[in-house]
Structures are given as structure tokens and as C-alpha cells.
């Protein structure tokens, strides 16, 4: 009798240590704040073991009081733990109250109160839209085009005398010339030897008249 007292004893022990082991208790929930894009979040995990289900409350708080209720949802644990999501565009350094029911179990409000990261969630930049054109704007380029000024018959007929005019020899140029030539400096020259010719011709001329009538003399 004394050793089945002691093994019912031990046995009991051990139903009772286990069975304490899997009771749900508040240390099994955690809650955290994250960003989903660019939107908060609120999240919850139960790692009861045991799956007793659990009711979670989520409420913002202000100096201490309940401000309004993000929302409410029942979570079964697990030994992976299962967690739930409630959306909230959290602002940063906000102050959250998660209660947690389960049964006769739990019902008391996770310690210490939630408060969100103090770096809000980052808005994700949307790609600029590049403009496509429109058949407007097509149309307009090639008027544009034709718009763009051309020389007139006036500039053309103008630049014209001046071509000529800058072809033509300036006297200096002439006279340049003339000096290469030499025909400047041999005028004089010419000259003096054309009245030498002169005069020894009408010197010749004078002594044959003059010998003409000495012969006719005689």
C-alpha cells in the first residue's frame, strides 16, 4: 500500500507539473510594431503550447488612458508560435495597450505597454510617369521647322557689289605693278635716246644735202 500511495503520489506530481507546464499564461504573448510598406502595423504572438484560444485586444493610449480600440481578434498558440496582424498607421513614440483573455486562464494586459519605434514608416517614392507625346505636339515640330528664317533676295543682291568691288585691282595695286615692270624708270631713258637719234639723223641729213650741192658745183 505504501508504494502505490508513493506512485500515485509521483504520478500526480507529474500530471501536475506538466499540466502546469502547458497552462496558458500572459508570458506567453509578445507584441511589436513594424511597417508593412509604407503603412504600421501591429503584431501580436502567442506561443502557448497548450492552443488554448486567446482573445487580444489592441487600445492607444494617452496619460494613461485608453485614447480608442485599434481592433480585436482571437489567436490558438502554438509551440512556434502564431501570430496575428492588426492595421495601424502608427505614428511614431505612440503608447499601445495589448489585453490578452483566455479562458479563466489569462486577463491582463501584456507588461510593459507597446510603444512604436520613434522613425515613422518610410513612403515608397512612386517612379515619375515619362509624357508621352501627343499627336499635337507631332504635328507642331515641323511647323517649327518651316518657320525658320531664310537670306532674302535683297541680302543676296547686296553681297553681290561688294564681291565685285573687292576683286577689282586698287590703284595702289597698279601702281605696284608698273613698279615691278620698270616701266616708270625707263622712261627718261627712252626719251634721251630717241632725241639722240633725232639729232644725229638730222645731222646726217644736213651733210649729205651739203655734199649734194658741192658735187653739183663742180
Given at each position: 500500500?505504501?508504494?502505490?500511495?508513493?506512485?500515485?503520489?509521483?504520478?500526480?506530481?507529474?500530471?501536475?507539473?506538466?499540466?502546469?507546464?502547458?497552462?496558458?499564461?500572459?508570458?506567453?504573448?509578445?507584441?511589436?510594431?513594424?511597417?508593412?510598406?509604407?503603412?504600421?502595423?501591429?503584431?501580436?504572438?502567442?506561443?502557448?503550447?497548450?492552443?488554448?484560444?486567446?482573445?487580444?485586444?489592441?487600445f492607444l493610449e494617452s496619460n494613461g488612458a485608453d485614447v480608442k480600440k485599434v481592433g480585436q481578434q482571437v489567436v490558438k498558440g502554438s509551440a512556434e508560435g502564431t501570430t496575428i496582424t492588426f492595421e495601424e498607421d502608427w505614428l511614431p513614440n505612440a503608447?499601445?495597450?495589448?489585453?490578452?483573455?483566455?479562458?479563466?486562464?489569462?486577463?491582463?494586459?501584456?507588461?510593459?505597454?507597446?510603444?512604436?519605434?520613434?522613425?515613422?514608416?518610410?513612403?515608397?517614392?512612386?517612379?515619375?510617369?515619362?509624357?508621352?507625346?501627343?499627336?499635337?505636339?507631332?504635328?507642331?515640330?515641323?511647323?517649327?521647322?518651316?518657320?525658320?528664317?531664310?537670306?532674302?533676295?535683297?541680302?543676296?543682291?547686296?553681297?553681290?557689289?561688294?564681291?565685285?568691288?573687292?576683286?577689282?585691282?586698287?590703284?595702289?595695286?597698279?601702281?605696284?605693278?608698273?613698279?615691278?615692270?620698270?616701266?616708270?624708270?625707263?622712261?627718261?631713258?627712252?626719251?634721251?635716246?630717241?632725241?639722240?637719234?633725232?639729232?644725229?639723223?638730222?645731222?646726217?641729213?644736213?651733210?649729205?644735202?651739203?655734199?649734194?650741192?658741192?658735187?653739183?658745183?663742180?
Amino acid at each position: 500500500m505504501r508504494i502505490l500511495g508513493v506512485a500515485t503520489a509521483s504520478a500526480a506530481l507529474t500530471l501536475g507539473a506538466a499540466g502546469s507546464a502547458l497552462a496558458c499564461d500572459i508570458s506567453d504573448f509578445s507584441a511589436e510594431a513594424k511597417c508593412d510598406g509604407a503603412k504600421g502595423v501591429i503584431t501580436v504572438t502567442d506561443v502557448d503550447a497548450g492552443g488554448v484560444p486567446a482573445t487580444v485586444s489592441v487600445f492607444l493610449e494617452s496619460n494613461g488612458a485608453d485614447v480608442k480600440k485599434v481592433g480585436q481578434q482571437v489567436v490558438k498558440g502554438s509551440a512556434e508560435g502564431t501570430t496575428i496582424t492588426f492595421e495601424e498607421d502608427w505614428l511614431p513614440n505612440a503608447e499601445y495597450r495589448i489585453h490578452v483573455k483566455a479562458a479563466n486562464l489569462v486577463d491582463e494586459d501584456i507588461k510593459p505597454n507597446l510603444t512604436t519605434p520613434s522613425t515613422a514608416c518610410k513612403t515608397e517614392d512612386s517612379p515619375t510617369p515619362t509624357p508621352t507625346p501627343t499627336p499635337s505636339d507631332s504635328a507642331s515640330t515641323p511647323a517649327e521647322e518651316t518657320i525658320t528664317p531664310s537670306p532674302s533676295a535683297s541680302e543676296s543682291g547686296s553681297t553681290a557689289p561688294a564681291d565685285t568691288a573687292s576683286s577689282a585691282p586698287s590703284p595702289a595695286a597698279a601702281e605696284s605693278n608698273l613698279a615691278e615692270t620698270g616701266a616708270n624708270s625707263n622712261t627718261g631713258i627712252i626719251a634721251g635716246i630717241a632725241a639722240a637719234l633725232v639729232v644725229i639723223g638730222g645731222g646726217a641729213v644736213f651733210f649729205g644735202l651739203r655734199r649734194r650741192g658741192a658735187n653739183n658745183s663742180r
